[in-house]
């Protein structure tokens, strides 16, 4: 069984465009996350949800929009693409809860290609 | 706020010789640290942790880290690495507050050559 997915894979697509990345996890965790990762491998965090709601947004262009249905599931909307939007994204989660202090790992999916053309 | 530097952005080694990635980190407050693998085309995966407790951690594949206090650093070693080791590394931090949000390093390029 997956414990973090992401759909789709690969996602190819041209300047101006509306894309969205799915992500879910069957681990039953409470805080789940969207990162970038660029071309050299940098890992930066976008957002963070716990227990479907926000508790981290770093600077990112409010073209990026997550969306928490549940505490399984943390979609990541993406208006007007530019070029600069090409990236590896990987969504992850983790047990951490707001009301409980402990340091748990967290677990990555395997990430979705996007590149804008 | 807490930061992470990875003093080395590629090492190349020979298989079966040693190996070392150096991982410095800075906060104010207690943290934890973590060591993540990235084999290629894939995405992280844990490889060991420090919580509390001993200073030096193993993983099941080899690897270990020693967390040391006065020099702040987690240093991740491997006393003979296999091609198959060949893969990104990335230190990680957390607090125990702010619902566990890590700081990741930018990487170490671990490339094992027969």
């Known amino acids: 069984d997956t414990a973090v997915s992401q759909t789709p894979k690969y996602l190819v697509t041209q300047m101006g465009n509306d894309k969205s990345i799915k992500c879910e996890q069957n681990?039953?965790?409470?805080?789940m996350y969207w990162y970038k990762q660029d071309s050299k491998k940098f890992l930066k965090i976008m957002f963070s949800y716990n227990n479907k709601e926000l508790i981290i947004n770093e600077t990112v262009p409010n073209r990026f929009s997550p969306k928490s249905p549940d505490k399984a599931h943390l979609n990541l909307h993406i208006n007007s693409l530019e070029l600069g939007d090409s990236a590896v994204y990987f969504c992850?989660?983790?047990?951490?809860?707001?009301?409980?202090?402990?340091?748990?790992?967290?677990?990555f999916g395997p990430g979705t290609r996007l590149t804008v053309t | 706020a807490q930061s992470v530097t990875q003093l080395d952005s590629q090492v190349p080694v020979f298989e079966e010789a040693p190996v070392e990635l150096r991982c410095n980190y800075s906060?104010?407050?207690?943290?934890?640290l973590f060591w993540y693998v990235q084999y290629p085309n894939q995405g992280l995966q844990l490889l060991l942790k420090?919580?509390?407790?001993?200073?030096l951690v193993e993983s099941i594949n080899g690897f270990e880290a020693e967390f040391n206090k006065s020099q702040t650093s987690f240093h991740l070693r491997k006393p003979s690495v296999h091609i198959s080791d060949t893969a990104e590394y990335f230190c990680?931090?957390?607090?125990?507050?702010?619902?566990?949000?890590?700081?990741f390093g930018d990487g170490t390029t671990l490339t094992v050559k027969p």
């Open positions: 681990l039953g965790h409470d805080t």
């Open positions: 906060s104010s407050v207690s943290v934890y």
């Open positions: 992850a989660s983790s047990q951490n809860r707001l009301d409980f202090t402990g340091a748990y790992e967290q677990y």
């Open positions: 990680a931090v957390s607090k125990n507050t702010n619902a566990g949000k890590s700081t």
């Open positions: 420090y919580l509390s407790g001993s200073t």
